[in-house]
């Protein structure tokens, strides 16, 4: 792209938008110049244009963004078919697994979910379509970590904060990619209460027609439940079934 073509002022409100999250809610303009890294003046000048705008309230110290930030998400969701042809296979999987189902995307550094079954509360977060969870310590960002080449893989890893979010959670940049590895071979990730304690996932990549990885679907049970060891005994062939039925209506 042309350095004429980028609108660095578009650029930098989208990183003030990108600084709230689940728990940066309501943020003052020093807050949100210190996450975005960008001066103070161009931060306040961001976040008053989404106030006039509707995207924001402010009440004199603290910003907070209004439920019309959705339209921007919504605006992916309603121009892919993704979600809207997995819903109905994922909650068949749910049903049948007795267990929650997700599917996701990669998005930079992290899976984005685009739709969700839930039987069982099996989280502290309560995850929806939109939520972000990071790639490396998620059985879904495994497998989508895996379907890239390794130089893109290591490169992902480059950018992340491999915090530990558990004492189980996976941190050496070598160990993950030769988990990638392991998991290009066999078909499929597994996860033991590296994201949280007391959850196990296992995920496989979702293909189009052509092959080409364009997601992931995913089956959570809390650890007590199900051991990580007996996850691919136990959902395995449903996410397969599940897997080659949407190969068959992706475009």
Do not use: W
Request: glycine share 6%; proline share 5%; charged share 25%.
């Amino acid at each position: 792209m042309r350095e004429t073509d980028f609108v660095s002022g578009f650029a930098r409100g989208l990183k003030v938008i990108e600084a709230f999250g689940e728990t940066r809610q309501r943020l003052t303009i020093a807050e949100a110049s210190k996450l975005t890294g960008l001066d103070r003046a161009t931060v306040r000048r961001s976040l008053l244009t989404l106030s006039d705008l509707g995207y924001a309230v402010y009440d004199g110290k603290f910003f907070t963004l209004t439920p019309k930030i959705l339209r921007l998400g919504h605006a992916y969701l309603a121009a892919t078919p993704l979600p809207t042809i997995i819903q109905p296979h994922l909650d068949q999987l749910a049903e049948r697994a007795g267990q929650n189902a997700s599917a996701s995307v990669l998005d930079g550094t992290e899976v984005v979910y685009i739709a969700r079954a839930s039987q069982r509360r099996v989280m502290s977060i309560n995850l929806t379509p939109g939520s972000r969870l990071p790639a490396f310590c998620a059985s879904m960002g495994r497998v989508l970590l895996a379907a890239l080449s390794e130089g893109e893989a290591r490169s992902v890893l480059g950018r992340t904060d491999l915090k530990a979010n558990t004492p189980n959670t996976k941190t050496d940049p070598e160990e993950l990619m030769a988990e990638f590895r392991r998991v290009r071979e066999q078909g499929y990730a597994v996860i033991d209460q590296e994201l949280e304690i007391g959850l196990c996932s296992i995920a496989v990549p979702v293909e189009n027609d052509r092959g080409q990885t364009v997601a992931a679907i995913n089956i959570g049970a809390p650890a007590a439940y199900v051991a990580a060891s007996d996850m691919a005994e136990r959902f395995l062939p449903l996410l397969k079934e599940t897997q080659k039925a949407l190969r068959l209506v992706l475009p």
